[in-house]
Each structure stands twice: as C-alpha cells, then as structure tokens.
C-alpha cells in the first residue's frame, strides 16, 4: 500500500526500471536517460542521483563493475603510477532488485490507482478508476 | 520524444576524450575537497571519486559540444553537482543505508531550515568554537567577591534559616517569596526543612543548584536568586519571569525574502515566512513557555514581516541569537515556493516525485490517507515548471481515499 516514503521509492523504481529494460549503465547515462524517456520533465541532479546509487548498491540491488577506459590525453596533474585511464562503474539489476522492482511496480500501480480516485474529485466514480489515466 | 536509449549506447571514446585544461584543474580540485571529506573505507572513497572524476568530464565535454566554453561548462558540471560537503554527507547516510529519513524529516521545518540545522550542528559539535555563534545562558548571577561556603552542620536545616545565612555570608538581608516558592515544593515552605542528602556548597550557585537536583525541579522552573541593591532575592523562576518581561519586536521580513526568489517576494509569503519563523522560535526556545504551547509566561505575534515577542528577559538573548543564525546562514537557500492548493496538489507531486528524495522534505505521505505538502522547496530541486510557482500559497493537507 501506500508508502511514506513514496519519492524515494519513486526514484529507486526509475531506476531500476532503466536498468533492467537498458542493461548495464552508468551513472551519467542513467541521469540522461531519466531526462531523455521523461521528455526533459524529470531530472535527478547527480548530486542526488550517485548517492542513491550507492544506497543501492549497498541494499544488493544493483551491482556495480568498474571498467578502465584509456585516455590518449590524460590530465597532467593526475598523478600516481596508477593512473592509467578513467575508470567508470557499469551498473546492473540484481536478482534481489529484479525482486524489489516487481514489488515497486506493483505499489506504483496501486498508488495510481488511488490518486485517480481523488483527481476525479468528490463527485467521480470512486472505486472504478482502475483504467483512468493517471495526472500527467 | 526521440528515444533516448541511443543515448546511452556505449560510447567509444566514453570519458576519457575531454581536454585536460583548465575544467581539468578545477574539476579536480573539487574532486580534492570532496575526497578529503569522505569518511568511508579508502576502497570506496577512491570509487566514489573515479566515479565522479568520470562523470564530470563527460559532462563538461557534453556541455562544450553545446557551444559552452570549457571554464563555463566545469564550473556548470561541479555545480550541478552541488556543494562537496553536502555530497559527502549524502554518501555517508547512503554508506549506512537503511535511509537518511531522520534527516529529511528534521528539515520539515521548512523555512529557516539552515539556520536550524547549522545552529543545532553548531551546539552540538563546535561547543561555540569557529565562526558560528553559539548561545550560552547568562551565567554568574553572584556579584564578583570570594566564593562563600556553606556547610550544613548536623542537624535538619529549615529552609528560612537557610536562606538567612546565605544571606548573611554575603552580608545582605534576605527577601523570601514563599508563595512561589511552596508552588515549587510542598517542603519549600519556612518550617520545612531542607533535603536531607544536601551537605552544603562552595558558592551560592552551586548550593541552589544542589538544592534543584535533589528536588527534581525543572529547568522552567526552579529555585532560583537574584541579587537586588543590599537583598538577596530568593523565588521561583517563574516568579522572576513574571516579573521581568521584555517586549520586542523583529523585522524579519528581509530574513524571509533573502531566502526566496525575488519575483515569488509577495506580502502573503512574507507573512507567512514569519509565520514559519515564530514557529521555528516556540518549537527550539523554551517551548514551554510560550502561550502558543499551552504555556503562560511568553507569547509571539507576527504582523506582516514583523515579529512581536514578550518574553521574560532572560529568554530574548535566546530569541536574538535564533534570528542572528537565520540570518547568517544559508547553504540551503529556499529559492521557490511551491503554490499547493489542494485541488493542484496530487498533481504537483505526481509532476514532482521523481525530481529529487530532496522533495521528501517538501511532500510526503504522512500516513496511509493523508499526502502533507509543504510550501517550500530547496536549491536542489531545479528546473521547476514556471507555471508550478505561479500563485503562492500556504500547505495542504490532502485526504486520499476514503
């Protein structure tokens, strides 16, 4: 049912619906990608989005992979004997977050259910806004 | 919408491809500060910063193919990013998942948000060091002079004696105002005696403050003195409070406006900005007191973008020091205001919901039934529909459902 913590929710939804239906990506891809499906209406700053990331990646919902990607122009003041090249993190679904984006898909139709009951106001047909659209 | 999956096709040259220039330096020099102040095990801080390092030159390369130039475009990246400290402090609470929710729930304050927490991280961290100020309560109320001891002999002492004695070690007369003072403490009266366990004390604050402890009494009201001319004057603070009030007003009205966007600065928002502030004050300052808790001895109004306070005196150096950290902070300026009026507001936050968890702080689900919308939202949600911040308003409480 309907959750307090919905936004969050929300986010970890796009999320993992990107990366199930997209493949492996990363971090950048997926702020544009959530910009680029939502016709420019949605952003997630990175400066939320890498944190939440992390979260994820700590609860076992998505893996991440770090890929070395070699510069022919490297920055002069990045130093140490490391410092071959780039690295990127890939990052894919889970089975535990193929499990959490069911559940997240199925609260996400619910919650719409309910919200279409009130955007139809007091006098609408309450209980049959099962095939309205939602809000936007 | 042209599919955006072609965005995020593996690209060939991926992030290595930007020129390390002048974007380089600064980008990396910010990568520098936010490193330095990750607490984390060194394995993940290190990812944290390739992670970013990465994004940041595919961003300011992606920002220069628009025609930006590179210094611009960096500068553009990190801000996008937002401050290091803030950033660092969301991976922490990501680090320690289960959820940052205590902390977005702390900032429903709303308005004045930054002066709250930075105030609260202030007393509890920094002990009044560095450049923030630090409220401390009036300490000695003893005139300067040697510390006079008492020593209780073994006997019960009543408290009349008491309280003539320390009068006479100061050479004063004593004033007793047994009424408030029997409201304290049903003993506290001139034949009762004083608590057995008390010995005495150096000075005569530290005996009153033994005498508070051992009869549990409230920090709101308590025994207390006060040295008047050649009397000590011995009462309750509630006693005190009742006589020595101090009216004063605030404009806050600048306070409210430097944290909005100017084109949002209406007289409504103003009002209902010091509306916030008078709430903030009630909330931290002796809630007890105020008559907007059920409380007697203080009481605030607000009157366009003014604020008028009645307070016993000894609290307004309280109420100063809120207002002068609402003043002087500010890395969590409120740049909009959210209209809700409760027909808009489930399509507000269907519009909204995924732009950023930072918009748990301004709408959320309180219970099962009920979406609470909060006017105010914060830097980070940016981008918002104009149409969205046309008309200001105050929250709504939404009913969903039956």
Redesign the interface.
């Given at each position: 049912?309907?959750?307090?913590?919905?936004?969050?929710e929300?986010?970890e939804l796009?999320i993992l619906s990107l990366l199930e239906a997209?493949g492996p990506?990363?971090?950048?891809?997926?702020s544009?990608?959530?910009?680029?499906?939502?016709?420019q209406?949605?952003?997630?700053?990175?400066?939320?989005l890498?944190?939440?990331l992390?979260?994820l990646e700590?609860?076992g919902l998505i893996s991440?992979s770090?890929e070395e990607?070699?510069?022919?122009?490297?920055?002069?003041?990045?130093s140490g004997p490391e410092s071959e090249?780039?690295?990127?993190?890939w990052y894919k679904l889970t089975a535990k977050g193929r499990k959490r984006l069911a559940a997240r898909v199925d609260a996400h139709r619910t919650w719409r259910k309910?919200?279409d009951?009130?955007?139809t106001g007091p006098s609408g047909a309450?209980g049959d806004g099962e095939s309205k659209e939602?809000?936007? | 919408?042209s599919?955006?999956?072609r965005?995020?096709e593996r690209p060939s040259d991926?992030?290595?491809?930007a020129?390390?220039g002048v974007s380089?330096?600064l980008t990396?020099a910010w990568l520098s500060a936010l490193f330095a102040m990750l607490r984390l095990p060194e394995a993940e801080r290190r990812?944290?910063r390739?992670?970013?390092?990465?994004?940041l030159?595919?961003?300011v390369r992606d920002l220069m193919v628009t025609g930006m130039g590179e210094e611009q475009a960096a500068v553009r990246a990190i801000a996008?990013?937002?401050?290091a400290s803030?950033?660092a402090r969301?991976?922490h609470?990501?680090?320690s998942?289960p959820?940052r929710?205590s902390i977005m729930n702390i900032a429903m304050a709303g308005l004045a948000v930054a002066a709250l927490i930075t105030g609260t991280t202030l007393l509890q961290h920094q002990g009044g060091r560095g450049e923030g100020s630090v409220y401390a309560p009036p300490q000695a109320q003893q005139p300067a002079g040697a510390p006079v001891k008492f020593e209780l002999g073994g006997a019960p002492l009543e408290w009349n004696e008491f309280f003539q004695r320390m009068a006479e070690l100061h050479q004063k007369k004593a004033t007793i105002y047994w009424t408030p003072l029997a409201e304290l403490d049903t003993l506290l009266v001139p034949g009762g005696n004083l608590p057995q366990y008390f010995t005495g004390g150096d000075t005569l604050e530290s005996c009153i403050e033994m005498l508070n402890a051992e009869l549990r009494l409230s920090r709101s009201n308590r025994l207390e003195y006060r040295f008047v001319d050649d009397r000590i004057v011995f009462a309750s603070t509630a006693y005190f409070d009742a006589n020595d009030v101090a009216l004063a007003t605030f404009d806050v009205a600048d306070l409210v406006g430097k944290r909005l966007d100017p084109k949002l600065v209406t007289d409504e928002a103003v009002a209902a900005g010091a509306q916030e502030i008078a709430s903030l004050i009630t909330g931290l300052v002796e809630p007890e007191l105020w008559r907007q808790n059920d409380g007697s001895r203080a009481d605030i109004r607000t009157f366009g973008g003014k604020l008028f306070v009645k307070v016993p005196r000894r609290v307004l150096p309280q109420v100063e020091w809120l207002l002068s950290e609402a003043r002087g902070a500010g890395p969590t300026r409120i740049t909009a205001i959210l209209p809700v009026a409760p027909t808009e507001a489930?399509?507000v936050m269907?519009?909204l919901?995924?732009?950023?968890?930072?918009?748990?702080i301004e709408?959320?689900?309180?219970?099962?039934n009920v979406l609470q919308i909060s006017p105010y939202l914060v830097e980070?949600v940016?981008?918002l529909?104009a149409e969205l911040l046309a008309r200001p308003s105050t929250s709504a409480q939404?009913k969903?459902?039956?």
């Open positions: 049912m309907l959750s307090k913590d919905s936004t969050r929300n986010s796009v997209g990506l990363y971090g950048y891809a997926i544009k990608e959530i910009a680029a499906r939502s016709d209406q949605l952003r997630m700053t990175p400066g939320v890498y944190p939440l992390r979260e700590t609860e991440g770090v990607v070699h510069s022919d122009r490297k920055s002069a003041d990045e090249g780039r690295k990127r993190k309910v919200i009951l009130f955007i309450a939602a809000g936007r | 919408m599919h955006a999956l965005l995020v991926s992030c290595a491809g020129d390390a380089s330096s990396s990812q944290i390739d992670e970013l390092e990465c994004h030159e595919e961003r996008e990013l937002g401050d803030t950033l969301r991976f609470a990501a680090h998942a959820r929710r489930v399509e269907s519009t919901l995924l732009v950023t968890p930072q918009l748990l709408a959320e689900c309180v219970d099962q980070d940016v981008e529909p939404l969903i459902g039956s």
